[in-house]
Structures are given as C-alpha cells and as structure tokens.
C-alpha cells in the first residue's frame, strides 16, 4: 500500500495540462467524438452497450489525469453497489447497520487516506515531541484524486438511501458504474443522487434537438464564466495576493472580492457546462447555483451555493443529528458540526480546483 501511495506521489497537484479539462480543445474533440458515436450506439444498438459506451468514455476522461486513479472509482462503485443488494437481502437491523458501516468507513477511509494522512502524521509527530518522544515517522507527498468528494458523496448516499428504504438498488451493475462515472459530473458535480440520475440511465434515449439546444447555450454560458470571468479575475486576484505587502488594505479588499467572483465564476461555470453537456446526451441534472451572492441572509446564501453539496450535507448530515428538532444547544450543536464537515468537504473541492493557487492564498 505504501509503494503504491509513493509511486502516486511523483504526479504533481499543479498538472493541470495533463487534465481534460472544459476549456481545453482537447475536451471539445473528445466530446465531439463522444457525441457522435453515443447516439449512434444508443439508436443502434441497446441501452447496455450505450451505458457501457459511457463508462469506457468516462473513464478515458479521468484517466487522461492519471490512470492510476481509475482503481479507486472500481472500487468504490463495486463495494457500494455489492452492499446495495446485501441491504436489500437483509432484514436484521444489526446487520443491516454493519453492511451501511462498512460502506460509510470505506468511503470515508479513502478520502480521509488521500486528504488526511499527512496532517495526522505530523499532528501526533508534534504531539509526541511535548513528551519528549521522538517519532520516526514520514510523511507521503499524496496527490489528491481529481473528484473524489464527488463520487465518494455520490455513492455514499446510494447506500444510505438504500438502509433508509427510500430507494431500491439497481440490479444492473452497468447502469450502476455509469451513474457513478458518468465524466460531465464527475470532477465537478453537481453531486447527484440515484433517485435521480440513475434511473436516466435504464432507459433508452431519443434526441431531443430542444433539449440540446438549451445545453449547448448552457454550456456557452459557462464556458464564459469560466474563461472570461473566472480566468480573469483570478489573474487580478492572483497578483494582488502575491504582493499584498506593498498593497493598501482597500486593494486587499479588492483583491479577496476579485477571488471571491472567482470562485463563483469558475464553480458555477463548471456545473453550467455539466449540466448543459448531459443535456445533450439526454440527461437532467439538478441545478447547483442560484446567484448566492444576491441572498438576503447567510441561510439563504447556503441553499443557493453549491445546492448539492449543501442540500447532501443537510440529508446526510444536518438531519440525521436532529437537525432543529432538539433543543437550542443541540441545534447549535449540529450546525456546528455540519457547517464543519461541510468546511473540510469544500476546502477539497478548491484545492482540487485551484491547486497551490488556493493553498498559498489561504
């Protein structure tokens, strides 16, 4: 295990060239490419072959980063899917609850692996020198897996859904890996559940010209938002912040409202052309932005920025504790908790984003 994470160390966070990304003209001749043979397999031939057509191309898209971290989504979607027919099987609570256990550490141990591991090591390191024991311990230089939090969420809910009987397991382990790796979302969300993508992947598609007009519009408009807004505010944000010594509080000022048009810019743009890419292959995916920094309050802001990952926080999370069923403490008690998690989950998400670029800033 530890030569693996070693040899995985050698690819660099800062290797974005070697990611497909959005923007990239390589990304427009892979869908180019992608678009054409989808339909002509999907009106061809049957849905399992178009389903299977889509995981191939998926993970070509991701493996163009690093095929090494092609193992890590297998593996989750074969444990999740395996323990979404045992729950299925199983009637005893205990048990039952082992089986949703054993999905939540894997999940979770792999993310907490990849984000983690390093901090730990060298907290106890430091922990151990105030007692005057010195630790011979060593610490990885891990990448960070593009997506992880995505999919990881993704099929982490499949399960919890599963256990609270609020949706039957699929018995199609294609649709099931397709759903999973499906490559418009798989970077950057939106985070989807199965209640609603999966079941848009057991069914035969018909184009929809409409449809894939008003993707393709979408997806211009975050393109724009991407290239035009975020690129260039990041620039200006960048330069403001690598010199912010020489500069007034009112140019930081500028400087933390450039980056914060950034963020926006560069995470909505990603979801739009998501959203508006699957809407061309036939695919409704949930709206992630609603112009959060026109809210009226902070609550507001929440349920209008990044409305997956905050919505599957408040399911999986939020509620679960007792939400604001308990009393006063309690209740603080559980955002406190959620809006914690909830923290460490987005930082991820920007520095699989940004890089260095969010590391140094922050």
């Known amino acids: 295990m530890n030569e693996w994470l070693i040899s995985l160390s050698a690819v660099s966070l ?25 339909w002509a397999v999907n009106n061809k031939l049957n849905v399992t072959a178009r389903n299977a057509f889509t995981i191939v191309s998926s993970y070509l898209f991701y493996g163009w980063w690093d095929w090494r971290f092609l193992s890590l989504i297998a593996f989750s979607s074969v444990v999740d899917f395996s323990i979404g027919l045992a729950l299925k099987k199983q009637e005893k609570k205990r048990l039952r609850k082992v089986l949703l256990y ?17 901090f730990f090591i060298e907290s106890l390191t430091e922990f151990a020198q105030h007692f005057s024991v010195h630790l011979n311990s060593s610490t990885l230089n891990i990448v960070l897996p593009v997506g992880i939090s995505f999919y990881t969420f993704q099929t ?28 418009p979302q798989l970077v950057a969300g939106p985070i989807e559940r199965a209640s609603n993508l999966l079941r848009q992947f057991e ?32 620039v200006l944000a960048d330069s403001l912040f690598a010199t912010s010594d020489s500069y007034s509080g009112v140019s930081i000022l500028a400087g933390s409202l450039f ?60 509620i679960p504790l007792g ?30 984003l940004f890089g260095e670029y969010y590391t140094d800033w922050r």
């Not at 054993?102 to 390093?118: D, E, P, Q, R």
């Not at 809910?157 to 649709?175: A, E, G």
Request: charged fraction near 15%; proline fraction near 2%; glycine fraction near 6%.
């Open 14 to 38: 800062t290797s974005s060239s070697q990611q497909m990304l959005f923007n990239s003209v390589t990304f427009l001749l892979f869908f180019t490419v992608f678009f054409i043979l989808y």
């Open 323 to 352: 939400g604001n069923r308990k009393n006063p403490s309690r209740v603080h008690f559980n955002i406190f908790t959620t809006f914690f998690y909830q923290y460490f989950g987005t930082e991820k998400i920007l520095h699989s």
């Open 259 to 318: 980056f914060a048009l950034q963020i926006y810019a560069d995470f909505s743009g990603y979801s739009d052309i998501a959203i508006g890419i699957s809407k061309c292959l036939g695919y409704e995916l949930k709206a992630n932005f609603r112009t959060p920094y026109f809210a009226k309050s902070l609550d507001e802001f929440w349920q209008r920025w990044h409305i997956s990952l905050s919505t599957w926080f408040r399911d999986y999370v939020y």
């Open 203 to 234: 069914g035969k598609k018909k184009f929809n010209y409409n449809l894939c007009i008003q993707g393709l519009r979408l997806t211009l408009w975050g393109l724009f938002k991407k290239v035009v807004i975020a690129d260039n505010f990041g």
């Open 156 to 183: 982490l809910s499949y399960t919890i859904d599963i256990y609270r009987k609020r949706l039957n397991p699929t018995q199609n382990v294609i649709s099931f890996f397709a759903f999973v790796s499906f490559f």
């Open 102 to 118: 054993l999905s939540v550490t894997v999940n979770l141990g792999i993310l907490a692996t990849f984000k983690y591991f390093n």
